[in-house]
């Protein structure tokens, strides 16, 4: 196996195993396991947990980031960019079975046990998401679109955080279908 195919296996397992057990219940042990490889080909990627996680949330944040960037920056509606948005989390929600949460969400849920430079990323990747947000919101106001109370900013922070938890409800109870209403609440929040 490649050098870089060994690194994108090891990042794509270590992520799966921290979206279904979080980050206390991933270990290299785990990850080699998984792979059929050394725990030393992993320390050889990644010298430690926390250069993994780190290497996990800058590239999380580039994929995710660029995908929401594309949605806010596109000339749709601001109502389809907000489900568009609320789909990047719907799919991680309609996994059968449904036993993932947000990365992001499982690691800012353990933020005091991941190193500095791994919480400043799930810091900025959050962040970075509600002004996302706040921008859509920004667009349905000013076109008429959302006619919602207060302060944008908090809006968009409420919807962040429904997203994160909606994502840990439907792991604990596994109703899928509950996430998809909870969607339309949002609309029905934001549109009266």
């Known amino acids: 196996m490649k050098h ?102 499982m690691l800012a849920a353990e933020i005091a046990s991941i190193g500095e430079q791994a919480a400043r990323l799930v810091v900025d990747y959050s962040e970075s998401s509600v002004q996302q947000i706040a921008r859509i919101l920004d667009q349905g106001k000013k076109n008429g679109e959302f006619q919602f109370n207060g302060d944008i900013n908090v809006m968009a922070r409420m919807i962040f955080s429904f997203l994160e938890g909606g994502l840990i409800f439907v792991r604990a109870n596994g109703q899928k279908q509950q996430f998809k209403a909870m969607t339309k609440q949002v609309f029905k929040l934001i549109e009266a």
Do not use: W
């Open 4 to 105: 870089s195919d060994t690194k994108t296996q090891i990042l794509d397992v270590a992520q799966d195993l921290i979206q279904r057990r979080g980050v206390n219940g991933m270990s290299f042990k785990d990850i080699s396991e998984t792979i059929g490889i050394r725990r030393a080909s992993i320390h050889h990627h990644f010298e430690t947990k926390e250069k993994l996680l780190e290497a996990l949330m800058t590239r999380y944040s580039q994929e995710y980031g660029s995908a929401i960037e594309d949605i806010v920056a596109s000339s749709a509606s601001a109502k389809n960019k907000l489900t568009r948005y609320m789909k990047l989390f719907l799919k991680t929600a309609e996994a059968d079975p449904p036993e993932k949460a947000c990365m992001c969400g």
